[in-house]
């Protein structure tokens, strides 16, 4: 049985950083995509970010990029997510996911494995 557990999500103000990690047991960890998800209240899923199997292809939704960077350690089957310059607009339950990789642009329906999910929240 697949489990994706996250951990590190918080209560910050604007500006400041959180690092969320994901560990995952179950599963192929080193042929696995995975991915971090975010929901804001009364909003859709939405993906953050994405990371290949070998970590050599990443993926940002534009609203990220340059402050968030995803990172894996396929040694300890984690994937971190590092949030910096942190926005109210930020404020979401965080999940974490796992596939088998995408074409072109990463979907929700590439990942079949999902975590229970952080919660983040961005004071202004």
């Known amino acids: 049985q697949v489990h994706l557990v996250e951990s590190g999500g918080g209560l910050v103000q604007a500006g400041n950083s959180l690092r969320l990690s994901c560990v995952a047991s179950g599963l192929t960890f080193g042929s696995s995509a995975m991915a971090w998800f975010r929901q804001a209240p009364g909003k859709e899923r939405d993906l953050v970010a994405a990371i290949s199997w070998s970590g050599y292809s990443t993926y940002y939704v534009d609203s990220v990029k340059g402050r968030f960077t995803i990172s894996r350690d396929n040694a300890e089957n984690t994937v971190d997510l590092q949030m910096n310059n942190l926005e109210p607009e930020d404020t979401a339950i965080y999940y974490c996911?796992?596939?088998?990789?995408?074409?072109?642009?990463?979907?929700?329906?590439?990942?079949?494995?999902w975590g229970q999910g952080t919660q983040v929240t961005v004071s202004s």
């Open positions: 996911a796992a596939g088998t990789g995408w074409g072109g642009r990463p979907a929700t329906n590439d990942f079949e494995f």
